[in-house]
């Protein structure tokens, strides 16, 4: 069974930093380009970032260039989100995501809550 299971979240003031972690079990976490969504209160989904199989070729929406790292460490079938300069329109709810062989979204995690206040 696929499990993808969130973990990282919580309160953080604006400026401030997480880092969020995704534990891939059930499937060959290697073979699989990841990515991260979130939700935020009010809105639709909106992807955040995305690396390859291997680590490489790490894509990032605009508005996370420069301020988000995505990264993943195969040996422990684990991905993760280092968020930094956090904006109170990043609070939202982070989902980790498998990419199927055709590159939809095949698996979802159960979330993680982020909130950036002041």
């Known amino acids: 069974e696929v499990q993808l299971v969130e973990s990282g979240g919580g309160l953080v003031q604006p400026g401030g930093s997480l880092r969020l972690s995704c534990a891939a079990s059930g499937f060959t976490f290697e073979d699989y380009r990841m990515s991260w969504v979130r939700q935020g209160p009010g809105k639709g989904l909106e992807w955040v970032s995305a690396i390859a199989w291997n680590g490489g070729s790490p894509y990032y929406a605009d508005s996370m260039k420069g301020r988000f790292t995505i990264s993943r460490d195969n040996a422990k079938n684990t991905l993760y989100l280092q968020m930094n300069s956090l904006k109170s329109d990043d609070t939202a709810v982070y989902y980790c995501?498998?990419?199927?062989?055709?590159?939809?979204?095949?698996?979802w995690g159960q979330g993680t809550q982020v909130t950036v206040f002041s």
């Open positions: 995501v498998r990419e199927g062989g055709s590159g939809q979204f095949d698996y």
